[in-house]
């Protein structure tokens, strides 16, 4: 039967091997903190427990037992792995390194590569694995350091931080504004096709609101899915109206490629977080990752 070492054990192991080291056991005693009759008491115990006498001991010196020899060399192997695991922790929460594993939107695919890409050159050491998902991934089950998501929250085991606030707008492509017209009052939204970011297909409601009034309006359309890319591009093919991020919807206002619809009312503006599971402890690849996302949405 396969046996494990108790917590008191590895103590008096790591007692032994400083004992060893320090050349006695008052000089151990004055290194741990510890009394000198504390520290024999351990390592008695230690030989009672394995069964072998592992120091010679006399008024004038002390040294180990061929038996002693060996373990104290596999004791001070033990002592080095835990110095080498603790400075690798150490190194993954001072400095980035590593593979970051990131969950995002496709649609924030463009937006992501602009905030991370100057820190991965700045951090040579830092790896990236992304996972371009508009669906809700699982961050336990697929090992996600951050995801980001935009809009609601459904997660409440989750630690969000709130990156931004995305203004949203309506838009149609220019083709289908001249072809069909575009609505002139919230109501009359309830009369175009407006595509659904919604992998359940379920009805959606617009709010729009314009100095002190707010009009609620349910809207549907031909098209419905779960990818933003998808959508934008049938909207761009003039098959209907489509809400977008301000941010996302800017290049093309720019170019003509769009136009805005119901330019004088505005929805509630989408906040963008960053998730993790875990609040505290953070390692330097995930808060630095956070603050350039951060930064760069603030520009």
Known sequence: MKQFLTIDRLKRMAVFARVVEAGSMS??????????????????????????????????????????????????????????????????????????????????????????????????????????????????????????RIGTLTDSNLVARRLAEWRHVLVASSGYAQAHGLPQAPEELARYPVMNLNVMNQTEFIELSRAGETRRVRVQGAVAGNSFIALREMMLQGVGIMRMPGPDAMPLLETGQVVLVLPEWTMAPMGVYALTVQRDAQPAKVRLAIAAIRDYLAS
Do not use: K, N, W
């Open 27 to 148: 000089a151990a005693a004055r290194e741990l903190a510890m009394t000198t009759s504390a520290v024999s008491q351990q390592i008695r115990q230690l030989e009672a427990e394995i069964g072998l006498a592992l120091l010679h001991r006399s008024t004038r010196r002390l040294s180990t037992t061929e038996a002693g020899q060996a373990y104290y060399e596999d004791c001070a192997a033990m002592l080095l792995a835990a110095h080498t695991a603790e400075q690798r922790l150490s190194d993954l929460r001072d400095e980035p390194r590593g593979e970051l594993r990131i969950a995002f939107p496709v649609g924030f695919s463009g937006h992501l590569a602009a905030a991370l890409a100057p820190l991965l050159r700045a951090q040579p050491r830092l790896a990236l694995r992304l996972f371009a998902e508009d669906r809700r991934i699982d961050l336990i089950a697929e090992r996600i350091d951050l995801a980001i």
